[in-house]
């Protein structure tokens, strides 16, 4: 961690009136956090100039870098740009560059917009530096006081901030106050933290110098692996020992989520992938198709969520519907061996499930899921038992179904059947 | 809106990480500003000691009420109770009821706790409100300083803060601080804000003393229509007014969402529902089942991502495909039919697109998107160019589709086909 205090100011009545969730603060705490700083401070205000200017006086006197999203478009209520000039003492001046890399900007996308509109956004406080905007108009901007203390201002569009903190904010904060840690993630999938921990803090005793800490989402485990600067190669080793300790559970380095994991995986053997899916409804081929490319290797699935498009679409036979239920470990198995077939793929995934909130029993609660999957003729079916609301529920099936699938694709050697075939073990 | 001055705080090192999303403040925001109140300040804190009882001291300091989030649990990370009441200057006390509530919730759900954990969560400031928690342990805390001020406790876990604040924080902030505004709140699908507001603008001056608000969202603006509060029978003929004018592009006030509304819809028809998804890939049928009780209603769709599904599944023709390619009218409205026909129900509606960011070609570019719908045999196909990501792309096309549909469910009169067979508009 880096002894450089950060407070993060977010500018907009849309964020205080909940017409907005804070993404761009989860967003600047992760990457921050990721590169070895942490964020002291937020604090959200409307966007008069009054709170702002106050703001910005009151968080600069802690903070020894304060930075603002939000406020530098071109209409009224964007009054960020100045009110930050005034309170650090800095006069603006319109930046000739600036200017032309805006009307470049807009003429490219054919957009035509008032020359005070461009001007406003073209005004430079003396001093400051200019942070390019790749993907919008705005440039951000990094003042210093005469304190020493910065002001960073970026635009609130996700979209601007996000390749702009990246590319210009992030590398200008590791030349002038660099983290006193170094830091190794690995994404660990299917495996309760718990455990992680436990095996983890059991092998760390050999590296000198290098600490856990551990975030748990649903299905997913970041470990985050710290050591001083000068033990580089000491992180590097323990890095390399954990991932052989936890194997196939780590994610590997390229695959920055399950879903692309799952999508690296198939793309190495060159195998399609269908889904067929209940409760989820066409949940797990969303997550499986936010990854651009997707379409090398999803050709598609099928929503069952009634009996009947399980029974004509799917081809699950009525007496197993009849005598199991739609909700059980033989009715997934023939749904995952029917889309399979239907789609005449390699690999293939089902979910069936309770997701609530009504439609429990005793013997089939709310919660209860069978997950099975397919690799050529292998079959296995999982049951679960998983707590909280229909949200919750239909996410949780969702992640542990993509692990589930790309253990069995990893766990497959060779190029022929790896199981013989219905060895689905309900 | 009310001249109270509310200010929230947040406590948790999990959100300044970006482990977490504050989504609890977005819900407070909605929902204060839903009954007349604003939000004037969010700070989000470490849960230190120090942090919590500064920023409670700081915030009182310009704040009528101050509203925290989290550090209410049984953990030792967890210490917004006694360092709030150390603020106040009040005392604790272990109170007996509170207790009891705790051990009755832990039994009826079979989970030991040590008694320590238990005894921390009862413990309660002197003269303080105690706000029952339906759905966890920890109460909410309804705290007054000497000043008159408030501070008000709340957990963390969304699913224990959101009932406890409409149930017992909201009603009692209207006794002791009436909003000097009512509102109505319409939700308008499918029309751009600006024709909303010309249209709605319109309209008022035969209702003095109303005026509008509007928020817009992707395919939704949500307009909120106020008034003093001596108003309230001008303030619902305006909105009876502002519906007729907006007719069937305003959501029914018992739907809280668009897909609720589509539910709602077809409930009344008795009508069953099927998707047919390739760009967005099991988005819609994922959102049209967020609503609990989709099943009365929705049959399943397929994801028909590959050529191949769409040739081999929904029986799209090679001849159509090859001619006009995946993303055209003529696929669309083939698509929309065979799901129909394959699932065997009275409405669907289908999608084809470009959602990039690779794919686009400067005959159909990234974000063209294609989509029918189908009321027994009339179809209806549009055609769009959605600007941004893709992910914005998905999200556009989820929620256009949604509403095309729900229209073309509401403008159909009577039992029979209301088209001729066949009739697409391409």
Not at 143 to 157: H, I, Q, S, Y
Not at 310 to 316: A, F, I
Request: glycine fraction near 10%; charge should be neutral.
């Amino acid at each position: 961690m880096s002894g450089v205090q950060i407070h993060v100011l977010c500018i907009g009545d849309e964020l205080l009136s909940g017409n907005t969730l804070n993404t761009n603060l989860a967003f600047l705490g992760r990457s921050l956090a990721d590169a070895g700083y942490r964020v002291r401070r937020e604090i959200c205000i409307p966007d008069t100039p009054e709170a702002i200017e106050a703001a910005v006086v009151a968080e600069l006197a802690e903070a020894d870098i304060v930075i603002t999203i939000g406020g530098l478009g071109p209409t009224s209520d964007d009054v960020t740009r100045p009110v930050v000039a005034r309170a650090l003492g800095l006069s603006l001046r319109l930046d000739r560059g600036v200017l032309r890399e805006i009307q470049a900007y807009l003429s490219r996308r054919n957009v035509r917009v008032p020359s005070h509109a461009i001007e406003t956004q073209a005004m430079v406080p003396e001093g400051a530096l200019v942070l390019p905007n790749r993907t919008g108009t705005a440039p951000g901007l990094w003042c210093v006081a005469d304190t020493g203390k910065a002001v960073v201002m970026l635009p609130g569009p996700p979209r601007e901030l996000r390749p702009m903190f990246l590319e210009s904010v992030l590398p200008r904060l590791r030349r002038l106050a660099p983290p006193d840690r170094i830091f190794r993630i690995l994404k660990v999938c299917g495996v309760p933290e718990s455990t992680v921990a436990a095996r983890v803090e059991a092998l760390l005793p050999a590296f000198p110098g290098v600490s856990p800490a551990y975030c748990a989402k649903p299905a997913e485990v970041a470990l985050r692996l710290c050591a001083p600067p000068d033990r580089g190669a000491v992180l590097a080793a323990a890095a390399d020992r954990v991932r052989e300790e936890l194997a196939d559970a780590v994610l590997p380095e390229d695959a920055p989520n399950l879903p692309a994991a799952v999508g690296k995986a198939l793309r190495e053997r060159a195998w399609a992938l269908a889904t067929a899916e209940s409760c989820t409804a066409g949940g797990i081929a969303a997550a499986i198709t936010d990854v651009p490319g997707a379409s090398s290797y999803f050709a598609g699935g099928v929503v069952a969520y009634s009996n009947a498009v399980k029974l004509n679409v799917l081809g699950v036979s009525g007496a197993t519907l009849h005598q199991f239920g739609a909700v059980s470990a033989e009715t997934v198995a023939e749904m995952v061996r029917g889309v399979r077939r239907l789609l005449e793929v390699e690999t293939a995934v089902a979910v069936t499930g309770i997701a609530g909130p009504d439609g429990g029993t005793p013997e089939k609660p709310v919660g209860l899921v069978y997950i099975a999957t397919a690799v050529r003729d292998h079959v296995r079916v999982r049951r679960f038992l998983f707590p909280g609301s229909r949200e919750n529920i239909r996410l949780r099936t969702v992640t542990v179904a993509l692990n589930d699938l790309r253990l069995h694709i990893l766990g497959t050697v060779g190029d022929g059947p790896s199981g013989a075939p219905g060895s689905a073990r309900p």
